[in-house]
């Protein structure tokens, strides 16, 4: 599969909601490619955030795709809400569901791109019979509940792995990767064929947020 451009995906979940609108224009300034929303419902991971009254309130402050990541147990309740709220893409747990592909399948027919996260912990296996159904796969390089966490370096071997996958089932999924990244983790993980980079933590608590985007872009550039 033809490699893909590197793709810079702000999480908000470590932006300060009481200025949205704000950290958005920020994001656009600095060249984000996607705006990354996680969503927590308390179960699936110890954590609550948000649901579609935030993915709309995004959505009517940028114009960049909205990826929204689902934490949750039965996530199909939710997916028709978040398309109408205005997510591009829809990616879910293969843990936190037994009915992946109809699940991945109903996204589809929402008009959202389709994803699947798995866990650190979670082989590849999962999604070996589902590569005609997403559009997306997310390796979780952290335990998913909280931003701001450490990566975890068995990650890289995993990224790896997944591209093969991919390549080898020709599917011409994204390869995204959630958790710990930063100047000093993206490289590796782009060498390892990952194409799209969710940092939260990274961007948002940085002295310059909007240049940070800028110098992951450049951190996960190989040099000839
Ligand atoms: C973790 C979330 C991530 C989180 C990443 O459960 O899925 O999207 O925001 O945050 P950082 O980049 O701070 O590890
Ligand atoms: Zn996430």
Redesign the pocket.
């Known amino acids: 599969m033809p490699v893909k451009p590197i793709r810079i995906v702000p999480?908000i979940?470590?932006a300060d909601f009481a200025c949205l609108r704000d950290e958005m224009a920020m994001c656009e300034q600095g060249g984000a490619d996607w705006i990354?929303v996680?969503v927590m419902d308390g179960q699936f991971?110890p954590n609550l955030t948000f649901g579609a009254k935030v993915i709309d309130a995004v959505r009517r402050c940028t114009r960049l795709p909205i990826d929204v990541?689902l934490?949750v147990e039965h996530p199909e309740s939710y997916l028709e809400d978040f398309a109408q709220a205005g997510a591009t893409g829809l990616t879910i747990h293969a843990e936190a569901t037994v009915h992946l592909q109809r699940n991945l399948a109903q996204i589809r027919s929402l008009g959202c791109r389709a994803g699947v996260a798995l866990n650190p912990a979670t082989p590849l296996d999962a999604i070996v019979e589902a590569t005609d159904d997403i559009d997306l796969l997310l390796i979780m390089t952290?335990n998913?509940?909280?931003?701001?966490?450490k990566f975890i370096p068995a990650s890289v071997d995993k990224i790896r792995r997944a591209r093969r996958l991919l390549d080898e089932s020709r599917c011409n999924a994204d390869l995204e990767i959630?958790?710990?990244?930063s100047r000093d983790t993206i490289l590796q993980c782009r060498r390892a064929g990952a194409d799209a980079f969710?940092?939260?933590?990274?961007i948002f608590a940085a002295t310059n947020p909007s240049a940070e985007i800028g110098a992951l872009r450049i951190a996960a550039t190989e040099v000839a």
Do not use: E, I, N
């Not at 998913?144 to 966490?149: E, M, N």
């Not at 959630?178 to 990244?181: I, L």
């Open positions: 999480s979940l470590s990354h996680d991971v990541h934490m952290v998913p509940g909280f931003g701001g966490q959630d958790g710990g990244v969710v940092a939260g933590h990274a």
